[in-house]
Nanobody, 123 residues
Framework: QAQVFTSGGGSVQAGGSLTLSCRVP????????MGWFRQAPGKEREGVAH???????AYADSVKGRFTISQDNSKRILYLQMNSLKPEDSAMYYCAAGSALCTWRRSETFRYWGQGTQVTVSS
C-alpha cells in the first residue's frame, strides 16, 4: 500500500500563484501515472490534471493554460503549479497515483490518494 503525501496549499488572492507538491515514498513518480484532483465543499470531486509515465500531460478545461503538472525525478516529487488563481479554484486538492487508465477524467481508477491540501483563493 503506497502512501501519498501532499503539501503546499494555502490562501492567496485572486490572480496569485501556489505550487502544490506530492511525494510517494518508495516510488519514482515518473514510474507511475499521477494525477491531481480537487473537491470544493458541496461539490463532487473533479479532475484537474494527470501526467503519464511517458510524461505526457492533460488538463481539465477549467485549468488549462493556468496550471502545470510536472515532476522532478531526482527529488521524486510531483508538482502542480497554479497561476492566475480564481476564487472558483478554492478546494481541497488531492494527489493520486497508480492508474492503469491514467486520465484525470476517471478519478476512481487511481489506487493511492494523499490526505489533501486546502487551497483558498479570495477575491
Amino acid at each position: 500500500q503506497a502512501q501519498v503525501f501532499t503539501s503546499g496549499g494555502g490562501s492567496v488572492q485572486a490572480g496569485g500563484s501556489l505550487t502544490l507538491s506530492c511525494r510517494v515514498p518508495g516510488y519514482t513518480v515518473s514510474g507511475v501515472c499521477m494525477g491531481w484532483f480537487r473537491q470544493a465543499p458541496g461539490k463532487e470531486r473533479e479532475g484537474v490534471a494527470h501526467i503519464n509515465r511517458d510524461s505526457t500531460t492533460a488538463y481539465a478545461d477549467s485549468v488549462k493554460g493556468r496550471f502545470t503538472i510536472s515532476q522532478d525525478n531526482s527529488k521524486r516529487i510531483l508538482y502542480l503549479q497554479m497561476n492566475s488563481l480564481k476564487p472558483e479554484d478554492s478546494a481541497m486538492y488531492y494527489c493520486a497515483a497508480g492508474s492503469a487508465l491514467c486520465t484525470w477524467r476517471r478519478s476512481e481508477t487511481f489506487r493511492y490518494w494523499g490526505q489533501g491540501t486546502q487551497v483558498t483563493v479570495s477575491s
